[in-house]
Each structure stands twice: as C-alpha cells, then as structure tokens.
C-alpha cells in the first residue's frame, strides 16, 4: 500500500539499550522527518533529511542517530535509551517543488516507545 | 526564528455552532501555513494549507482557514462544528524564502465539539 509506515507501533525498552524505530515511504518523497511529541511540547524536530544520504540535525537530536541510505527508508536510532526519550515519536515525509515550494508534510501513525 | 503560537490549549463548541482556532505566527520571509488535525493514537492529518493567492483557503471536511498577514494570523474556521470534529489541531509554519529552515509547529489546540 501506498503511504507511510512506522515500525513498531509500540516499544518497551530498557535504560541503556539501543533502539531503533523504523521509517518506509512509497512516494519516493525526498525530503524524511523524525519528529517526537511530548505533553505541553507539541512536535519537536529531532532529525530531518533532504535526501538519501543528507541529513541534518533538528533542535532535540541529542541522543538520537540517523541514517538514510535509500529514499524510501529513514530508519531512527537511540543509541543508550534514556527515560527522557520516552515519546511518540512520528515520522514524516513531503515534497518539494522545482520551484522551492515546500508541500504538506504526510505523517505515519507513530512509534509509542516507553523507556523504563 | 521562527514561531507559531496557538493561545488557547482547549476550544469547547456546542455541535452546529461555528468554530474558530486561533494561529499566529513569525517569520521573517514569506509564509507557508499549514493545520494539520490529530485523532487519537494517529498521526497528523494535513488539512489546508497557504501558499500564496487567495486569503481564504478551503481544506478538507468543510474547515477552511484566513490569512491575515497584518495580523499575522491563520485562524481555522468551520461554520457548523461536528462532534467528530473533536481532535487535537496543529498549526505550522515555513518560511518559504529561507530554503534551510524547516517546519515549525504550534503546541497544539484540542478541540471538544459537545452534542
């Protein structure tokens, strides 16, 4: 199916281990968001990328890695999970016009990931 | 920077009765604005969107949305409020002269329609 997808939809993790949560789109959309969002905060931007094999750090990337070897994929790694990264984390895509007109974002249906 | 503001955490509307929910933002190019609708345990929604053209935008399940770039405002309307209406709302903002900043979201307006 078309779309965007996040895998898993729901983590349980333990302090100090690696995590990492799964990002696929079927548009081939160049430009892949991680976002996180958290009561009272809204959508924090962790990491964001242009295109396979560009990324750039958003305002909260401390504690996080990415990678994005094929376009379609965005996959989001915590490397020594920490309870403060207990969130919903969201991923997102969008297009950009030959004109430079960013379009909307689409949004997959979130990670819920609890770090104990 | 740039900034999007939502000053009310919570809308309550009587089903039938129009609904507002209030954006204001800054940028220090031209804006792209976008509302986006969140259910329960669901991603974002995109609803509408300004570009340029035409103050008044026309979204998906009837809401539309003003830009006022006096006021720099882009407050979300529908004339008759659904109880299925009820949802968390996004708004946000891009500054489409700047291509390096990225999308920047406003805290979020939940929205009760009562029947």
């Known amino acids: 199916d078309a779309g965007i997808t996040q895998s898993p939809r729901y983590k349980i993790t333990e302090t100090g281990r690696q995590v990492t949560l799964m990002c696929h789109q079927t548009?081939?959309?160049?430009?892949m968001f991680w976002y996180r969002q958290d009561l009272g905060h809204g959508l924090r931007l962790i990491y964001y990328?242009?295109?396979?094999?560009?990324?750039d750090k958003g305002e909260v990337s401390d504690g996080y890695v990415v990678s994005r070897s094929k376009t379609e994929n965005f996959p989001l790694t915590l490397e020594s999970a920490t309870r403060s990264q207990t969130s919903v984390y969201f991923c997102?895509?969008?297009?950009?016009?030959?004109?430079?007109?960013?379009?909307?974002?689409?949004f997959g249906p979130g990670t819920r990931l609890t770090v104990t | 920077a740039q900034s999007v503001a939502q000053p009310e955490d919570q809308v309550n509307v009587a089903e039938g009765n129009p609904l507002t929910v209030k954006c204001t933002y800054s940028v220090s190019g031209n804006p792209y604005l976008f509302w986006y609708v969140q259910y329960p345990n669901r991603g974002l929604q995109f609803l509408l969107k300004y570009i340029t053209g035409d103050n008044l935008v026309k979204g998906s399940y009837g809401f539309e949305a003003e830009f006022n770039k006096s006021q720099t405002s882009f407050h979300l309307k529908k004339p008759s409020a659904l109880v299925s209406d009820s949802a968390l709302y996004f708004c946000?903002?891009?500054?489409?002269?700047?291509?390096?900043?990225?999308?920047?979201f406003g805290p979020g307006t939940r929205l009760s329609v009562l029947p």
């Open positions: 946000a903002v891009r500054d489409g002269d700047n291509y390096g900043q990225n999308f920047v």
């Open positions: 997102a895509s969008n297009t950009v016009a030959g004109t430079g007109v960013f379009y909307e974002q689409y």
């Open positions: 548009w081939s959309h160049s430009y």
């Open positions: 990328s242009a295109a396979a094999d560009i990324t």
